[in-house]
């Protein structure tokens, strides 16, 4: 076989691009999620491409591309066979094995957003063993390797059916066997929001994809020498990115007519949608076709995620059985519909759009069942589930044996505007205040001391660290907390979901112990500033201290809280 440099490299430029997706959607899973669980989302996110490359090198590939047979390839461990007969025209064996490993962790890697916090992690790399070995290889081999579905004429370009749909089945049977979180449905079944702790990570992680998802559909055309290739490649980029761009402005508008404000979470589960449903027809359709496949998956990822969350009561973090399950289900029976020869709406009958409905049903059935199995099997044995307190105090405590994802790091606050001078008084070198000190501590003097505590809205701490500097109040402690209150009236949606009571918000918590300066002065001067009139300003709290000690003179008391 004589090599093609230029198809080659396409292949493999489209293998690199794949498994950078991993980053993606570790950063979608972390980002939607909890942060005492973002370490146990890297580590599935890791293992599960980890665990599969071998698995679809030792097993997968032979059953995918092994054989002609109708149901299943070949068992051929390690990949030792003659593969010319399914090989793209001038592209090695390596190659194309690398190409399509890729592809198969994908497909795993769906699933672990959707059980994310409450998997055990010894069940999920056993999970993601079975799908990387046996079930995607089979359905894949229906789909690509010259299966029966192949052989009636489905089509699924890059895998909106063979990769997104076959993991977003997998993640519908794994979370409703598995059970919501803790807290995610009150007693009569309703849904409570649990926000993610970074839409920064989320939003990241989408950007990712969107990036990566060129060479999920682009390098798909496995050939570069020819003009028919160059140009259908072109056309792919350009139906690729405007399905999605398409997506994303209809989830927003969508959200912001339904939610009153436009949902940033779900606006970035809108791109994800149009990229899924666009994937299984993206070199068939022209760009009209993508701009409606586009159009159709915002409301379909709405719709569905809402159905899943609050009809079906099914626990999806990140809504991956929307955007993946049903967006790719969508998007290739959509294919039978735009497809410029032989779509529905470009006269082509019912004929095609038939053949893609048998093979979405065939997926779903074939993914459902072993799955099922797969779950069920791992629940009645070693367990699936992570027990309560394991849950509670976050996996990675539990299964990592890891404080935090986040140690070392400490919240700051900079503005721009803080002096050398400012960032000491802010502190706790200058004063320790300490409430119940131990009646044996002489206090100095007979001044009474007090503790003000604000939590407040962020966006106000500049103006009061000026007014209460003003008021010759200088040793304050500052924090970055997240907090609530009661808020009546006061309505939030997440994901198409009301936030209403524990809505816990990023607030700062500013501390001082004051002795010279009148405290009715401090807590004039402090609601003066922090007053909007809107819900959430804040709050201001006021202790007796009964002693304080500065750690480097000993002094205490009044003298403890005066200048150096």
């Known amino acids: 076989m004589e090599f093609s440099a230029v198809n080659t490299i396409w292949v493999l430029l489209g293998a690199a691009l794949v498994f950078f997706m991993q980053a993606g959607f570790a950063m979608v899973e972390t980002g939607f999620t909890r ?12 293992m599960d491409f980890a665990i599969g490359t071998p698995l679809f090198w030792l097993t997968g590939f032979g059953i ?30 390596p190659a194309f094995l690398i190409f399509q490993t890729v592809f198969c962790a994908t497909a795993a ?5 959707a059980m994310a916090e409450r998997t055990k992690f010894i069940s999920y790399c056993i999970y993601s063993a079975v799908i990387s070995a046996v079930v995607y290889p089979i359905s894949g081999h229906w789909i690509w390797g010259g299966g029966w579905l192949a052989q009636m004429g489905f089509h699924d370009f890059a895998g909106s059916t063979a990769v997104h749909m076959c993991g977003g089945v997998a993640a519908l049977v794994g979370a409703k066997i598995l059970g919501p979180r803790i807290g995610k449905y009150d007693k009569d079944g309703k849904p409570n929001a649990i926000l993610g702790h970074s839409l920064t ?19 798909s055309t496995v050939s570069m020498d020819n003009d028919a290739s160059v140009y259908s490649a072109g056309n792919i980029f350009v139906t690729t990115n405007l399905a999605a761009a398409t997506a994303t402005v209809a989830t927003m508008i969508i959200t912001w007519l339904r939610y009153k404000k436009p949902d940033i979470s779900m606006t970035l589960n809108g791109s994800l949608a149009g990229l899924v449903a666009i994937t299984a027809g993206c070199d068939l359709v022209t760009p009209a076709g993508a701009f409606f496949i586009g159009l159709i998956a915002a409301f379909v990822v709405v719709f569905g995620i ?4 609050k009809v079906c009561r099914i626990d999806d973090p990140v809504g991956a059985i929307g955007v993946h399950g049903m967006c790719g289900a969508a998007g290739t029976l959509l294919t039978g519909v735009f497809a410029a020869d ?21 997926v779903i059935v074939w993914v459902a069942v072993t799955m099922t199995i797969t779950f069920t099997v791992l629940k009645k044995t070693i367990g699936l589930r992570a027990s309560r307190e394991e849950e509670t105090k976050g996996l990675d405590a539990t299964e ?88 009546k009236g006061h309505v939030n949606y997440y994901r198409g979901i009301k936030v209403e009571e524990v809505a ?61």
Not at 73 to 88: E, K, Q
Not at 208 to 219: E, S
């Open 35 to 46: 942060a005492k669980n973002a370490g146990n989302i890297i580590m599935k996110n890791l």
């Open 64 to 93: 995918m591309f092994g054989g002609a047979g109708a149901l299943i390839g070949g068992f051929d461990p390690l990949v030792r066979g003659d593969y010319s007969s399914i090989l793209p025209s001038g592209v090695p064996l």
């Open 109 to 113: 890697t769906i699933v672990s957003g």
């Open 201 to 219: 990570l989320g939003a990241l992680g989408v950007f990712i994809l969107w990036f990566c998802w060129f060479g999920f559909n682009g390098c």
């Open 306 to 309: 809402e159905f899943i969350d």
């Open 342 to 362: 032989g779509g529905l709406v470009y006269g082509g009958g019912f004929h095609f759009l038939g053949i893609q409905l048998i093979g979405v049903a065939a």
């Open 400 to 487: 990592h044996n890891l404080s935090s994802s986040y140690a070392d790091f400490m919240p700051m606050v900079f503005t721009g505007k803080e002096t050398e001078e400012d960032t000491r008084d802010m502190s706790v070198e200058k004063a320790v205040a300490v409430e119940h000190f131990p009646a044996s501590v002489p206090v100095s003097g007979t001044t009474k001391l007090t503790k003000i505590v604000m939590v407040f809205n962020q966006a106000r701490f500049v103006p009061l660290k000026d007014a209460l500097s003003g008021l010759g109040v200088t040793g304050m402690t500052v924090t970055q907390v997240m907090g609530c209150g009661t808020q």
């Open 504 to 564: 816990f918000l990023p607030k700062m918590k500013l501390e001082v112990v004051v002795s010279k300066v009148p405290v009715s002065e401090v807590i004039e001067t402090a609601r003066k500033v922090l007053y909007t009139g809107n819900i959430g300003d804040g709050k201001i709290f006021v202790y007796d201290v009964e002693n304080v000690i500065k750690v480097r003179t000993g002094e205490q008391g009044f003298d403890a809280l005066q200048g150096e």
